[in-house]
């Protein structure tokens, strides 16, 4: 198990100011670990990354509203995840890790505590592809819960898993532009395989995780044609978070610069709010 490096403590303050109502789609809280302890056999450890810092970075950005997707570290154990939300008084919602026995019970009370999603991961140095029986079955299961799924891929394996993608009955959401590597162009395969899956009306994308997708590193400008790209597909269909803080990247980028790295995506300003304002609420406060 390796030990992770924290977030960059000194954040600056973004040149562009955020909309009313901006959500942060993805970001993540860690323990603390005194209180919400680790899953035992985690792939790596981070430092705490709790409630109370991840509301002094948004109030610094200028998020009024944000999305806790749950960290591989606390596995199926989401109470720091659903005490974040409690917390936030509905202005946060929340994507969930759920065991495969999990009861309809259950399901409901993550629903109560602010869960809109269940999140699959499929990264192979995070334990790879979950039982895909299993996978259908919870994926039918959040159907009547009007939910999502979240799915975290390697980019390569975005065409291996197209068909089942495509098939999805619910609204399906890609992390981080699915990993893609600027080094290989837009032309490269798992990118235009992403950006086919974009015409499905159900398919969403975060324009997340410049970080991760970047191959020259900061400031991470050689991701910007892949945003673009995708923001263009779909722009109804499109997210975007910091990804605070930022577990396993080469690089640990400054959480204000890359609020202003997300107004180089686009020049149209109500393209912007979409992405930051309109989406986020259709998909996450539709109940509201």
Known sequence: M???PGPDPNPVKPRYRLPPLACDAHCHIYGPAAKFPYAPGTKYLPPDASFEQMRTLHAHLGFERAVIVQPNPHGTDN???LDGLARSNGAYRGVAVVKEDITDHELESLDQGGIRAIRFNFVRHLGGAPDLPTFERMVARIKPLGWHVVLHFDAQDVPVYSDLIERMPVPFVIDHMARVQAAGGLDQKPFQTLLQLMKNPLAWVKVSGAERVSSQGPPFHDAIP??????EAAPDRVLWGTDWPHPNVQWIPNDGELVDLF????NDEALRRKVLVDNPARLYWNDA
């Open 226 to 231: 892949f945003a673009r790209a995708l923001m």
């Open 2 to 4: 390796k030990t992770i």
């Open 79 to 81: 109470r720091a995840t």
């Open 263 to 266: 107004a180089m995506f686009s």
